[in-house]
């Protein structure tokens, strides 16, 4: 167990080292309090949601492993979100819901669903002080058995998955409104080929007048903001995807929406962090879906890893209030808590971390063409004690720092989750 003599301890002495190379950690702490972090719903059920007759995720994402205590409803997934988030410090959480996690005794279908669904998780995220994002969810369905929605040949089906979407403007309006915290509402699609398709153009085509029907629809966008996920292939779409990285940009750009950046959605040697400043030249504010793939898009709990550190670095260097940061991976191997908690604390880790970097003096060395001396010190401030930042910033909120979180995950997980 840390005791909090030696977090502040600890503290104290990281704060000088910083003070030394002229950064100011107390302002960094304040900072990273400010910068919101969508913690996605899903990771607490694998993405199977509160519809009757769910089945898990399908569309080309997928959720493997079976540890026990799944939530397998809205007051077990509140209840182990809560959990979560007691274990995750700071004050500008925000929480990341899909179509599927309705609240409602009976069947609805998806293009009938609507705010008062939602109801349940607005009362608790206001309650607990949280915003709220919204994803429509365009898989896991009949209509979407054929791996082709919004770019569907078929009128009928692509008619179902633009009112559904339609409805999910409306709920992610309704969560802005009363919990005035605007809300960033994301469309990703499963739509894909199997096999080399022969008219990419009409698929295509498709997606984009679907798109344009939805946006015809008239939101206040002071309550929320629409954005576009792309993706390079998911299972069983593996030769071509409809909405692809240069279709969403195109279209983002053409309709002043967000585009979305996962970071499993590219080439597996493709950086999501090298394309943050491109973007955000041309466009105003973008979402992360901060997750990990290893090998394929396979949503591995978030690490302190390298491309984590960049990412970061990115977002802090082009602007907190322009880059939204919010999750998106699932493992079913471990405790879910543990997941939420592990991969969201690194998150946090890894922007306490981009806070205290002395960036003017790093850009002016580079303006001057001093490379010898950026490469020393970004090597440098690597071994940097930012841990003993962070472990503060979990003492400041009254949070438990560093592996202490286990003890609290390990009761949760014996008196509630194991009797499930
Ligand atoms: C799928 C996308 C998408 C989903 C969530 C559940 O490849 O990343 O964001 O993971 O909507
Ligand atoms: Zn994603």
């Given at each position: 167990?840390?005791?909090?003599?030696?977090?502040?301890?600890?503290?104290?002495?990281?704060?000088?080292?910083?003070?030394?190379?002229?950064?100011?950690?107390?302002?960094?702490?304040?900072?990273?309090?400010?910068?919101?972090?969508?913690?996605?719903?899903?990771?607490?059920?694998?993405?199977?949601?509160?519809?009757?007759?769910?089945?898990?995720?399908?569309?080309?994402?997928?959720?493997?492993?079976?540890?026990?205590?799944?939530?397998?409803?809205?007051?077990?997934?509140?209840?182990?979100?809560?959990?979560?988030?007691?274990?995750?410090?700071?004050?500008?959480?925000?929480?990341?819901?899909?179509?599927i996690y309705l609240d409602s005794p009976k069947p609805v279908e998806r293009n009938e669903?609507?705010?008062?669904?939602?109801?349940?998780?607005?009362?608790?995220?206001?309650?607990?002080?949280?915003?709220?994002?919204?994803?429509?969810?365009?898989?896991?369905?009949?209509?979407?058995?054929?791996?082709?929605?919004?770019?569907h040949p078929k009128e009928e089906v692509r008619k179902f998955w633009i009112e559904h979407i339609i409805q999910c403007r409306k709920i992610a309006e309704e969560f802005g409104k009363q919990l005035g915290k605007r809300c960033f509402m994301n469309i990703w699609i499963p739509d894909g080929f199997k096999d080399?398709?022969?008219?990419?153009?009409?698929?295509?085509?498709?997606?984009?007048?679907?798109?344009?029907?939805?946006?015809?629809?008239?939101?206040?966008?002071?309550?929320?903001?629409?954005?576009?996920?792309?993706?390079?292939?998911?299972?069983?779409?593996?030769?071509?995807?409809?909405?692809?990285?240069?279709?969403?940009?195109?279209?983002?750009?053409?309709?002043q929406l967000m585009?979305?950046?996962?970071?499993?959605?590219?080439?597996?040697?493709?950086?999501?962090?090298?394309?943050?400043?491109?973007v955000l030249l041309f466009l105003d504010e973008i979402l992360l879906h901060v997750s990990r793939p290893v090998r394929w898009d396979s949503d591995h709990v978030v690490l302190f890893d390298d491309e984590l550190q960049q990412i970061a670095a990115e977002t802090v260097r082009n602007g907190i209030d322009r880059v939204h940061i919010g999750l998106d991976y699932f493992d079913a191997t471990i405790n879910r808590i543990a997941a939420w908690v592990v991969g969201t604390r690194n998150m946090q880790k890894a922007l306490c971390k981009a806070l205290l970097e002395p960036r003017e003096t790093l850009k002016q060395m580079e303006k001057e063409g001093n490379y010898t001396g950026r490469l020393v010190l970004t090597e440098e401030l690597k071994a940097m004690p930012f841990q003993s930042v962070y472990d503060y910033f979990c003492l400041q909120h009254g949070t438990p720092a560093g592996y202490d979180v286990m003890e609290n995950i390990l009761d949760y997980e014996r008196n509630i989750q194991d009797k499930r």
């Open positions: 167990m840390r005791s909090e003599r030696s977090i502040e301890l600890a503290y104290h002495i990281a704060k000088e080292r910083y003070a030394e190379a002229g950064v100011d950690t107390d302002l960094c702490l304040k900072l990273l309090d400010s910068i919101p972090i969508s913690l996605h719903c899903w990771q607490g059920d694998d993405v199977t949601g509160f519809e009757k007759n769910a089945s898990g995720a399908s569309g080309g994402i997928l959720s493997t492993g079976n540890y026990p205590g799944r939530a397998r409803n809205m007051e077990e997934l509140l209840q182990d979100l809560s959990t979560a988030l007691k274990l995750i410090p700071g004050n500008s959480m925000k929480v990341n819901v899909h179509a669903i609507g705010p008062e669904h939602f109801q349940t998780w607005i009362d608790w995220a206001r309650e607990k002080k949280l915003g709220l994002d919204f994803n429509p969810t365009c898989f896991s369905h009949p209509m979407a058995a054929d791996g082709l929605t919004l770019s080399i398709p022969v008219d990419r153009t009409a698929a295509r085509a498709r997606l984009r007048e679907s798109l344009d029907q939805i946006l015809e629809y008239p939101v206040n966008l002071k309550y929320m903001r629409d954005s576009v996920e792309s993706k390079l292939f998911g299972i069983g779409v593996e030769s071509c995807t409809v909405g692809s990285h240069e279709f969403y940009l195109a279209y983002a750009l053409q309709n585009l979305t950046l996962d970071s499993g959605h590219f080439h597996p040697t493709e950086v999501i962090s090298d394309k943050i400043s491109s």
